[in-house]
């Protein structure tokens, strides 16, 4: 990976010096290439060793501005590589935290920043802001290959041989159905389904998730406050608030992606000219 301080170092010389100002950074390239250069302190070197032949030809004040705009580029460019690999690591312990809390509560969410914000000295509010949106973003991205899960299976009861126009069918009316789910994968979940139940399926008793029982929860209370207060009693009230507030908006988002009424899915098949599907559901 090139060094993005060579290309500023050169573009800074020439700005500031014209052609005198390429040739030194060519004499100096010339010696070690300074795009192959990692190490601080000797950037810091070669940027000396600028400054020196700098005085020389176009005096020392023109010299140390152009060395202070150097220096400060190395102190942005070390900051935001300490950025970087501390929001890696974030998102790896957040990765981690979320294969062991599958859904887990506000509660689980605060002891969890608390935790990074003492191990790596930052602010628990900005941490715990990050860590509620990235559950969100984890809660319906499981909710959507659950509900994905469910939806092929129908498709493969009423279809067990699916022809190509058939699948075609499917993957339209998953788009139409307000499931975000890549095509791709989508079709490569129904052929591994299919082939599951034609070469090797073993039906086993699997304790339903926190997800599954909340999903089955709100698929058999469709009252908007009685979600609500299921929410709110779980500790996973955050996933409808916007800020302070319980959001009416991403309440609706919530219920529409885990489900949708037999009229609906009627009514979908229905705008697509699939009335076939319908007979067969």
Known sequence: MTNPFAEFAKKTLIENLGVSGKDLYLKVNSRKPVEEIYDKEEIFNIIKTMENIIIAINGKE??????????????????????????????????????????????????????????????????????TDRAKSHIKKIISAKRIKVEICGFLDRFPKPEKADIIDFVNYIRLSRIIYPETQLKEDIENE??????????????????????????????????????????????????????????????????????????VLAQMGLQHMIENK
Do not use: C
């Not at 190395?74 to 990765?95: G, H, P, Q, R, V």
């Not at 981690?96 to 935790?115: C, D, G, M, Q, V």
């Not at 929410?231 to 800020?243: F, R, T, V």
């Open 194 to 267: 299919r082939i599951l139940r034609k070469f090797y399926r073993v039906h086993e008793l699997v304790e339903p998730s926190l997800i599954d029982q909340f999903m089955s929860f709100v698929k058999e209370n469709r009252d908007r406050e009685v979600i609500k207060k299921y929410l709110e009693k779980e500790g996973n009230i955050y996933l409808i608030k916007e800020g302070e507030s319980v959001s009416e908006t991403l309440l609706s988002e919530l219920i529409d992606l885990m489900v949708i009424s037999e009229n609906e899915v009627k009514d």
């Open 62 to 131: 023109t010299a140390e501005e152009i060395s202070l705009i150097l220096r400060n580029k190395i102190i942005e460019l070390d900051k935001s590589d300490t950025e970087i690999k501390k929001e890696n690591l974030l998102i790896k312990e957040a990765e981690e935290f979320f294969s062991k809390n599958e859904l887990p509560s506000e509660t689980e969410i605060r002891y969890h920043a608390k935790y990074l914000a003492l191990k790596n000295g930052i602010n628990i509010n900005e941490i715990e802001n990050k860590i």
